[in-house]
């Protein structure tokens, strides 16, 4: 997703860790196309060697796009902080102050746009729902020798297929996916959530069986799974700045305990390690 100069710059916005042992990324990636056009992009790929920070900035010549395919981020808006799933991106309209965080050995793609796109018409800022191919294209488009023709063709695509996140799943399928996936972008915004299966699939209109088919279809493992690691994930964005105790809360454990049987069964440590001196070799 390759970028020079001073008209698509990073003004205003800061890449920091939390903690002074590591101050940048562990890699940072450039993709440009159409610079200089309104219909040009610019994408920023971003691997984490710590806790990665966007402090709360703001950038006045250009929309931005957050996305992490592999991770959860830790946004806020105002006084509205919010996590934000895989499933999801968070949007920034330019000149809109906001901040976003994401834990270690986490991928993070931003996308500078210069125009905003028709579904996001009127965010200033917020979670936003990618169609179902948008992830793949951006993922495409941040590799080195992709044809410029087919990436700003590709642009048009994302553009046309972000669309600001339901605030509440309803009957049907959600946006940019099935049944199985509203639930996830619910649970990447609240991972302490404690509704049960059942319970979801009273609130989509579907039976206990077709939802837990749609999770095996679309994810490989079981709600119970995928609401784990979404917890364990969300974990990760909080454990740099928060004692453990508030991080087992916040993400759902009924105990401390608890939570750290389950970190450890996870990543191979336990999370009081994880917040005071990750591993070179932490998984992601």
Known sequence: MSMGGQLMSMRGHTVSLAEPRSADPLRCEEYAYGLGRPTGVLVLKYRSAGVLEF????EDFLHQLY????????????????F?????????????????????RQTVYRMCLREVPQGLDGLRAGPVSLGPE?????EAICRPGYDEDAALEARARI??????????????????????????????????????????????????KTLQRDFEREFGMSYSQVRTKL????????????????????????????????FVKEYGYTPGRYGSARPESAAS
């Open 67 to 82: 996305w992490s395919p592999d991770g959860v981020l830790s946004t806020r808006y105002g006084t509205q902080g919010q």
């Open 231 to 262: 917890r364990l994930r969300t974990s990760r964005v909080l454990l740099e700045s928060r004692p453990v105790t508030e991080v087992a809360r916040r993400v759902g454990y009924s105990s401390p305990s608890a939570f750290i049987t389950a």
């Open 55 to 58: 402090g709360e900035s703001r």
């Open 134 to 138: 948008i992830g793949g294209l951006i």
């Open 84 to 104: 934000v799933g895989p499933l999801e991106a968070f949007w920034a309209h330019r000149a809109v102050t906001h901040e976003v965080r994401a834990a270690d």
């Open 159 to 208: 553009m046309a297929g972000l669309t600001a996140a339901a605030a509440e799943p309803a009957g049907g399928h959600g946006a940019g996916g099935g049944f199985a996936q509203t639930v996830v972008r619910e649970l990447s915004h609240n991972p302490g959530e404690s509704v049960r299966l059942d319970e979801w699939a009273a609130r989509l209109h579907v039976s206990v």
